[in-house]
């Protein structure tokens, strides 16, 4: 599967921004999903994942309730919608699928498939 990431972008602090994953090919309901993050001089972190249907979502404590992972099959398609974002949420965004596993992971290497990154930046 081929993954490409958008929707980044400049907001203020406080603002919301949606991000989207677009997927190739007709199997994307086979994949668990999920969005990592690396900002400046850190290492990419688990933001948020969703089970193959839908059904169960999972997220890193620091963004629940601010963040809402989503996705729908049929246009082959996982959103991200951030709410109140702060400036330490600036970082590029990735979004990655996994058919390797039971469940949705939470780290880096459980992840076989990554889309290229979309930047969000934060001001303050």
């Known amino acids: 599967v081929q993954l490409q990431a958008s929707g980044g972008g400049l907001v203020q602090a406080g603002g919301s921004l949606r991000l989207s994953c677009a997927a190739s090919?007709?199997?994307?309901?086979?994949?668990?999903m999920g969005w990592f993050r690396q900002g400046p001089g850190k290492e990419r972190e688990f933001v948020a994942a969703?089970?193959?249907?839908?059904?169960?979502?999972y997220y890193a404590d620091s963004r629940k309730g601010r963040f809402t992972i989503s996705r729908d099959n049929a246009k082959n398609t996982m959103y991200l919608q951030m709410n109140s974002l702060k400036p330490e949420d600036t970082a590029v965004y990735y979004c990655?699928?996994?058919?390797?596993?039971?469940?949705?992971?939470?780290?880096?290497?459980?992840?076989?498939?990554w889309g290229q990154g979309t930047l969000v930046t934060v001001s303050s």
């Open positions: 969703i089970s193959r249907s839908g059904g169960f979502t």
């Open positions: 990655a699928a996994d058919n390797r596993h039971r469940q949705p992971g939470r780290k880096v290497d459980e992840y076989d498939y």
């Open positions: 090919g007709r199997t994307f309901s086979s994949y668990d």
